[in-house]
């Protein structure tokens, strides 16, 4: 069996990492493709370090640009690579450009797509991501949902063929790390924090952190809270509280910024937090694991399971948002079947074995 996956940005590593080394482990010839979408240290290599994630075989160095700019330049990097490889599988995750870029390509050169992370609805289409998961969804011949709600969504859009319930790929992760994870105590150390005494905060989706007055309301808002905010600051968000310096803008003092942290230390952050405060699709759901109170500054999440238990609180941006973060609550009961059993990615390579014998596609 031939795989090509493709991979571009943060949390595609971090979800590409266990099937990745199980494919191997099982001989599967696993072509990796890295689109270039995320290429700063922080958001990349630490990844591929911390994880053990392959090199990759194809650098397509595409970076930054405006959402039609970076998928074409994917599109036609990734359209040579496909020809070239002639995979039975082009496997992607999640919900970026470089997940669509992937699936157009191959679904146009008649080559089967397999989507991890599929079926996730917001329903709100002004979220590139919804937009990109749709498309993928729709184009994908193998369906590897995370959640039992996910399965319902695809069905609701008519598609009946190709879904498997299998479990969050995250979830088999996080299980993983958490349980050869150090102390933490040494990552407090570094930061000058107290275990339970601090808020973990990210922010990167584009209506959150674009606009440099919803991004200072946010933060001035964050700022009169008591306890101490660690902010792992993402590149996107950087770029506009640079904005916001030359305009004067100072954090408040409870504020620990940093640049991003690689996965390890960020579990770690996630564990020892009081709560966290994010509109990361990824954290929401590692503070569910980890049964951390959530604040997501979102109107509406894919990751609904985590609302209905109660362990993670939708907010709106704005000064009503702080009695809500002050009166920090554990959720209600703890379902440890939401997110599977923590067996997905062998679940995953089950199914590609048995669907690659039997299909016959015409290209
Ligand atoms: C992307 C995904 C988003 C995902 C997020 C994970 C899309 C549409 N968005 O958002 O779904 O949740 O990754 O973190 O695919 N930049 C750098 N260095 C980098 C990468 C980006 O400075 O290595 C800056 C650039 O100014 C760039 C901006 O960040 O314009 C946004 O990067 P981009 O990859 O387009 O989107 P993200 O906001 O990272
Ligand atoms: N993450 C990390 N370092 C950080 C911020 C996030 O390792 O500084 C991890 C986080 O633990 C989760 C994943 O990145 O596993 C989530 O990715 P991100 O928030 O970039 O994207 P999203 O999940 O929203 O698509």
Redesign the pocket.
């Known amino acids: 069996m031939r795989l090509v996956t493709v991979l571009g940005?943060?949390?595609q590593f971090i979800k590409a990492a266990l099937l990745s080394r199980l494919l191997r482990d099982e001989g599967v010839s696993e072509i990796l493709v890295h689109t270039g979408?995320?290429?700063?240290a922080e958001?990349?290599d630490i990844f591929f370090r911390d994880l053990q994630i392959p090199t990759p075989d194809y650098e397509l160095g595409v970076g930054?640009g405006s959402?039609a700019a970076?998928t074409a330049s994917m599109m036609e990097r990734l359209e040579h690579v496909l020809c070239k490889e002639n995979p039975d599988y082009v496997l992607v995750y999640g919900?970026?450009?470089?997940t669509l870029a992937a699936a157009l390509v191959a679904a146009k050169l008649n080559i089967p797509v397999a989507h991890v992370e599929a079926g996730l609805r917001s329903y709100n289409r002004t979220m590139?991501?919804e937009i990109?998961r749709v498309i993928t969804d729709h184009l994908s011949s193998l369906l590897f949902c995370p959640t039992a709600t996910a399965v319902d969504n695809l069905k609701a859009e008519g598609i009946t063929e190709g879904i498997f319930w299998v479990g969050d790929i995250m979830y088999e992760l996080f299980l993983r790390t958490h349980a050869r994870l150090e102390l933490s105590s040494a990552v407090c150390e570094k930061w000058g924090i107290q275990e339970n005494r601090y808020y973990l905060l990210t922010l990167?989706r584009p209506g959150n952190v674009d606009h440099t007055e919803t991004l200072r309301l946010t933060l001035d808002t964050l700022s009169r809270l008591k306890e101490k905010i660690i902010f792992p600051l993402?590149?996107?968000t950087a770029?506009t509280v640079n904005m916001l310096y030359q305009d004067g803008f100072a954090f408040g003092d409870n504020f620990i910024v940093m640049k991003p942290v690689g996965y390890l230390e960020m579990l770690q952050l996630e564990r020892c937090a009081k709560a966290i405060i994010t509109d990361?699709?990824g954290v929401q759901k590692e503070a569910f694991f980890l049964r951390k109170p959530c604040f997501t500054l979102r109107p509406q999440t894919e990751w609904i399971e985590t609302v209905k238990t109660g362990w993670n609180q939708l907010l709106s941006v704005g000064p009503a948002m702080l009695d809500a973060l002050e009166a920090v609550r554990e959720g209600g009961a703890y379902d440890e079947t939401l997110f599977g059993d923590g067996d997905t990615a062998r679940k995953i390579y089950s199914i590609f074995k048995e669907h690659v014998v039997t299909q016959e596609v015409p290209r």
């Open positions: 940005a943060r949390p979408q995320h290429y700063e958001l990349s930054s959402h970076q919900d970026t450009n470089s590139p991501e990109n990167h993402h590149p996107r770029k990361s699709g």
